[in-house]
Every structure is written in structure tokens, then in C-alpha cells.
């Protein structure tokens, strides 16, 4: 037979917490639901996104001209070296170098 205790002890055991989680996911849903109704106070919303942005593109230009700004020097570097290796080998030899063979990919 089961005692009126111990059905108000299981209801007390397992209601209380219950009503615990259920309070925390209501405050947890209606803190979620403020927070998306006014995302700019809370730093996601499209005026911080755009500032990130925006910084982020400035950055990623400026790596991009050093990058490109390297590759031009590093072009330049080694056409100068493969024109004093050719005047090098005609001093040398008396003979033209052979001439350059392109790879089929490489742009002209």
C-alpha cells in the first residue's frame, strides 16, 4: 500500500525541480527573445556587424597590396637575375645563351 507521504515526497521530489527547469527555461527563452528584439545594445546586431566588417576588409587590403606589392618586386628580382645570368653565360662563352623556354600555362 502506498502512503499519502510518500506520494506527497515523490510529487515534492519530482515537481519542485520540475518547476525549477521550467522557470529557467522561461527566463532563459524570454532573456533570448528581449535580446534579439534590440540585437545593437546587445553586439551582434547589423551596426557591429558592419563595423567588423568594415575593419576587417581594411585589414585584408592592406595584406593584400603587401602581398601583391612582394610578388611585383620578387617578378622583377628574378628578371633581372635571369638578364645578368644570360650576360653572364654570353661574357663567359661568346655565345647567346639558349632561349627561354615558357611552360604552356604561363602567361606571356
Same mark, same amino acid.
Given at each position: 500500500? =502506498?502512503?499519502?507521504? $510518500? &506520494? !506527497?515526497? &515523490?510529487a515534492?521530489?519530482?515537481? =519542485?525541480?520540475m518547476?525549477?527547469w521550467?522557470?529557467r &527555461?522561461?527566463w532563459?527563452?524570454?532573456? #533570448?527573445?528581449k $535580446?534579439?528584439?534590440k540585437?545593437? %545594445?546587445h553586439?551582434?546586431?547589423? /551596426?557591429? #556587424? %558592419?563595423a !567588423?566588417?568594415?575593419n576587417?576588409?581594411? =585589414?585584408e587590403?592592406?595584406?593584400? *597590396?603587401? /602581398?601583391?606589392?612582394a #610578388?611585383?618586386?620578387? *617578378?622583377? /628580382?628574378?628578371?633581372? !637575375?635571369s638578364?645578368? #645570368?644570360r650576360w653572364?653565360?654570353?661574357q663567359?662563352?661568346g655565345? %647567346?645563351p639558349?632561349?627561354?623556354?615558357?611552360? /604552356?600555362? %604561363?602567361?606571356?
Open positions: 500500500m =502506498v502512503s499519502s507521504d $510518500m &506520494i !506527497l515526497g &515523490i515534492l521530489g519530482v515537481g =519542485v525541480p518547476l525549477g521550467a522557470f &527555461i522561461f532563459l527563452v524570454n532573456a #533570448t527573445h $535580446m534579439h528584439l540585437p545593437d %545594445e553586439g551582434f546586431g547589423s /551596426a557591429t #556587424t %558592419e !567588423l566588417l568594415i576587417h576588409f581594411k =585589414v587590403e592592406g595584406l593584400q *597590396r603587401d /602581398a601583391v606589392s #610578388t611585383k618586386a620578387l *617578378r622583377f /628580382a628574378i628578371k633581372e !637575375l638578364h645578368y #645570368t653572364s653565360v654570353k663567359r662563352t655565345k %647567346e639558349p632561349p627561354y623556354v615558357r611552360d /604552356a600555362g %604561363e602567361d606571356i
